[in-house]
């Protein structure tokens, strides 16, 4: 990929050529794959490039444990924020702790601008084991020590990991609401959620963003991100270049060898022009990888590059 221009100096010469921003801040785009605006607005006042960074991949085997080269961890933590990236997903859930404890230890006193989307509600009973929990009062517990670990006084984006199905989904979110009240949470979002259930939690609290699975091959939650880009709700897609196993097709690969890019890099620049309000969070614990993902923000497809993908 012709990487002349820095990617800084991209964002700032970018116009939201194919998104139409109307008077009163909401991004109309479309599902045509011509999203061009930069940058995005988190609850409407939250300002973060759209390409971010998902640091799950940093802890240890099976998102257990400490990595096995710490300093490694760090150094791909600071190289994302050095590359411009200012919005890092991660959750309690991630080591359990270690992933929070990492951010922490990488890159606070934090930069102006650095928005840490954190996640509870999620248990770890064991390596590759998920078990979630929507009491309320293990979830205020959860926002009082993601707090703690992240050396922060307010959380900017707390997420429900999961909607935990043996307490009622009010229950939980009245729980969020109390710790927004109370100044510990700037902003809220749900994951992995139908729009019935994004509805449903609206009647309780705003929400500003869904993070769902969603990339290039995976495309089951078209209706959500449709939803969230009619609301102006901020889509995450997780997995967004595959997760461990990877994004690959015979039309990526051919996408990829006429920009001299990877197929990463497309499968993200694809989900750029997916939609304005697509905020992936790549994940990697290797520093070129990083680079690539970041410089991919830079790679624009073609109409007809974009539809062959989206076959
Ligand atoms: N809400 C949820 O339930 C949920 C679930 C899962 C994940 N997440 C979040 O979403 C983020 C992203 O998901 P993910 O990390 O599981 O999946 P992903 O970003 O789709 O894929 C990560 C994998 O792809 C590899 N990779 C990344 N960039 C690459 C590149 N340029 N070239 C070659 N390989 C590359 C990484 O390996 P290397 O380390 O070798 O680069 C890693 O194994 C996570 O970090 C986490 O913050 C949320």
Redesign the pocket.
């Known amino acids: 990929m012709n990487d002349m221009i820095t990617r800084r100096r991209f964002v700032g010469l970018s116009v939201a050529a194919g998104a139409t921003i109307l008077a009163g801040g909401k991004i109309l785009g479309s599902t045509s794959g011509t999203a061009t605006n930069p940058v995005f607005k988190i609850g409407g006042d939250l300002e973060v490039d759209r390409l971010g ?6 802890t240890g085997e099976g998102v257990w444990g400490w990595p096995p080269d710490r300093a490694n961890a760090v150094k791909v933590l600071k190289r994302a924020v050095e590359l411009g990236v200012n919005l890092i ?3 309690d859930a ?1 080591g359990p702790e270690v ?1 929070e404890l990492l951010i922490a230890e990488a890159l606070h006193p934090y930069p102006k601008g650095l928005v840490i989307a954190t ?1 509870g509600g ?1 248990t770890r009973p064991g390596p590759g084991q ?1 078990v979630p929990n929507g009491h309320p009062d293990y979830l205020k517990g959860c926002v009082d020590k993601s707090l703690k670990r992240l050396r922060l006084e307010r959380i900017d984006l707390y ?1 429900l ?2 909607i935990d199905p043996k307490v009622p989904m009010e229950e939980s979110l009245g729980a969020i609401k109390e710790m927004q009240s109370a100044g510990k949470i700037r902003h809220f979002g749900l ?2 959620v139908s729009t019935a259930e994004i509805e449903r939690a609206r009647k309780v609290l705003p929400i500003v963003s869904v ?3 969603y ?1 290039v091959e995976d495309r089951k939650w078209d209706k959500v991100i449709d939803y969230c880009e009619k609301e102006n709700l901020a889509f ?9 196993r ?2 690959k097709s015979a039309a990526l690969d051919a996408v990829a060898k006429a920009h001299q890019a ?4 497309v ?2 620049a694809w989900l750029l022009q997916r939609s304005p309000v697509m905020l ?7 520093i ?3 680079e ?2 970041v410089a ?1 923000a830079k790679l624009k497809l073609t109409p007809e590059e974009w539809k062959s993908l989206a076959a």
């Not at 960074?53 to 940093?58: Q, T, Y």
């Not at 990877?262 to 890099?265: A, E, G, I, N």
Request: hydrophobic share 30%.
């Open positions: 960074f998902g640091a799950m991949r940093l997903d991660t959750a991630y992933d996640k999620n998920w997420q990991h999961r994951s992995e993070q769902n699975r990339n995450l897609p997780w997995y967004p270049v595959g997760g461990g990877g994004v990877s197929v990463y890099q499968a993200l992936p969070i790549p994940g990697t614990a290797n070129q990888h990083l690539d993902n991919s």
